[in-house]
């Protein structure tokens, strides 16, 4: 996979995931407890959430849902979040990065900066998919986010099946 493909795939997993959480107003977080594989984020911090898309297998022939919900465990007002991209098998990441962001990145529609115990509930349908066709895969997604204190905001491993079949 090229670097820019896997840019790609990596600014669409983002948006779906972060971007949505932190961008829509009235957003909020809970852990899933389901450590069953595929269509899932797991917990890998201590900050409980929850977050999981249908359908589980995501393809650019469907619509995904998504559900996202958190609770803020300290204040927010800036900090970075880490990717770290892999194939699903490999122990050695193929992108691993860490982003900045300040209040003003969130303040589009969440005031800044925000409070502890601030909760997002956030359930939306992304309908336009099919950037997944040039992704087929298994793939492991860790996305974790720190505040400007450096405190652990949210830690979550996704794991992720992108089908390219028409059916």
């Known amino acids: 996979m090229h670097f820019k493909q896997t840019s790609l795939l990596v600014s669409a997993v983002v948006l779906v995931t972060i971007g949505t959480a932190f961008c829509d107003s009235g957003a909020v977080l809970r852990f899933n407890p389901r450590n069953d594989g595929i269509g899932y984020a797991t917990n890998c911090g201590q900050n409980p959430f929850n977050f999981s898309w249908s359908p589980k297998i995501l393809s650019a022939q469907h619509s995904v849902d998504i559900t996202f919900e958190y609770t803020f465990a300290y204040k927010l007002d800036g900090g970075f979040y880490n990717l770290t991209l892999r194939e699903f098998g490999e ?3 193929f992108l691993s990065h860490a982003y900045p962001f300040s209040c003003d990145d969130i303040t589009k529609t ?7 115990g601030f909760s997002v509930n ?6 336009n998919t099919k950037y997944l066709l040039s992704f087929p895969g298994r793939y492991i997604l860790i996305v974790e986010i720190k505040n400007s204190e450096r405190q652990q905001m949210l830690c979550a491993r996704m794991d992720i099946t992108i089908n390219n079949n028409i059916y």
């Not at 969440?110 to 502890?116: M, Q």
């Not at 956030?122 to 309908?127: E, G, R, S």
């Open 110 to 116: 969440v005031a800044c900066p925000v409070s502890k």
């Open 122 to 127: 956030l359930k939306k349908t992304i309908t």
């Open 91 to 93: 122990a050695e990441p």
